[in-house]
């Protein structure tokens, strides 16, 4: 995709679905990692948001041969699988705590050199 001036990139903007998709979608990742604070999702989002469209505007101006359309599926597949593995992430982290409590506490922390000294 080429845009040989400024009105055929805006013209343009409205195709690019999957980038749209993948910008909430990044910025709700950042939220269950815990990057991105409560109240400041708006703020990633805009700044996703200008970084994306301005890193469309210089491919297409300067990589006419470059397809934005394979970069916009892409974008739209991961944010499919994104969108599905993101509350999942929560339930990971609070498993993998307990799951180490379990082997520290039970298996790891059982000292053998304690139990000879009392016995």
């Known amino acids: 995709m080429f845009f040989p001036n400024f009105m055929d990139f805006l013209n343009a903007l409205p195709t690019f679905i999957g980038i749209a998709a993948f910008i909430p979608m990044l910025v709700q990742l950042g939220k269950a990692v815990k990057i991105v604070k409560d109240g400041a999702s708006q703020k990633w ?56 409590d379990w082997v520290r506490g039970g298996i790891l922390g059982l000292s053998f050199s304690l139990r000879k000294a009392s016995a």
Do not use: C, R, S
């Open 45 to 100: 989002h805009e700044g996703l948001q200008l970084l994306f469209v301005g890193g469309l505007w210089l491919v297409g101006t300067f990589l006419p041969n470059f397809d934005l359309g394979i970069v916009d599926t892409l974008a739209g597949n991961l944010a499919g699988v994104g969108l599905a593995i993101i509350p999942l992430i929560p339930t990971a982290f609070a498993i993998g705590k307990k799951v180490y």
